[in-house]
């Protein structure tokens, strides 16, 4: 049995568009600052009424990784273990991410430490 | 070697001859685990005071980044210890945070695991891995006897952020008190795993050898208490496709 990911823009979602079976198991993302609806489903449950429908986790994983906001909102050191926390303002990939790290970084260090994560 | 009896009063245990022809028991057989991908998760919910808290855990091939936790234990004053690692070759890490009585006690490096089976244990404010003592928390850090009293809420396996990781949970025991040196290393057995020695105080008890339906819900089951883990994150079907679906892609063979 299969499953797929499909999403569609928030404004554009009506749920009776769908089957009864998963009409209510959409869940909301925010993705380069736009709502979208997301459904996890069996493969059968996917119509014409989807922005796009990923074949697998990871794919929907990059297109999320494409839409990071990477501000910078907080960042900690752990100078026993040498590395530096970095937290983002991005609600699904906030962290705190690790990095090695054995002094402190300049704003840009840490800039380009989540731009290289992030690409 | 042959197969003499299957000894139903030991609980069905298959006992074996030796070239002396002695019976002795044959390896334990963890059977299954739970798989944790995709964002798919378990978790139970409690509502039980505790007159002690411990417990034992068996997993395989725990790969994350950025400390997100595999195992996450929850108590009523906000209390929350969890295991991590940042990569599957790097060291587990054990955390006790968020206590409004002590400091985060954080990091404690557990030991670097391979995907290899390994085992991690919790008693007495000790931390065990392998089945060897590694850690022994202070006073200072926290207060003998901590969790006597205390209310625990929740019992959380697995991974519920970041697709891209993956674990295996073979079997887990909770305990209701601690348990001692002699009991971890029974069960731990040199990574052959065993029954529990003692089974009084068993809070759960998690085989995750297949899922099943619950109500409404798909879990797998606390074979000792009722507090069974709830799979979240299953594709939205049918109880049946669910419930087919987590048995054909969440509960592998352990070893």
Known sequence: MVAKIGIIKAVNFNPENYSEVVRDSFTN???????????????????????HVFDTQEGYQEWLEKGVNKTITNVKYDWNNEKAYIT???TNFPGPHEFDCTTTWTDQDCIDAINNKFK | MKLIKQNDSAGGLIFKQ???GKAMKQNYNFGRGFNSNNNIYSEAE???????FSFIIFGKNWYSSDLIPFLVIEFSNGTRIDISSRGITDSLRLKITNSPDFPN???????KHTNAIFSVAFSNNRIYYNGTLIHTLTESQIPANYFSGKIITKIRIGITSDATRFMTMGESTFFNREISQTEISYMHNNLLGNEPLNSVGILSRYLANNAAV???????EDVV??????????????????LDYANSNHFPKFI
């Open chain 1, 29 to 51: 993302v925010i993705q380069g600052g736009e709502d979208y609806k997301v459904l996890t489903a069996f493969e059968h449950y996917f119509n014409d009424h989807f922005d």
């Open chain 1, 88 to 90: 983002i303002a991005d």
């Open chain 2, 18 to 20: 030796n070239q002396n």
């Open chain 2, 46 to 52: 409690l509502d039980t005071v505790l007159d002690g």
């Open chain 2, 105 to 111: 006690i954080d990091a404690i490096g557990l030991g």
């Open chain 2, 214 to 220: 619950n109500g409404t819900d798909i879990v797998y």
């Open chain 2, 225 to 242: 208490g009722t507090h069974h883990q709830k799979i979240i994150g299953l594709p939205a079907g049918t109880i049946q496709e669910q």
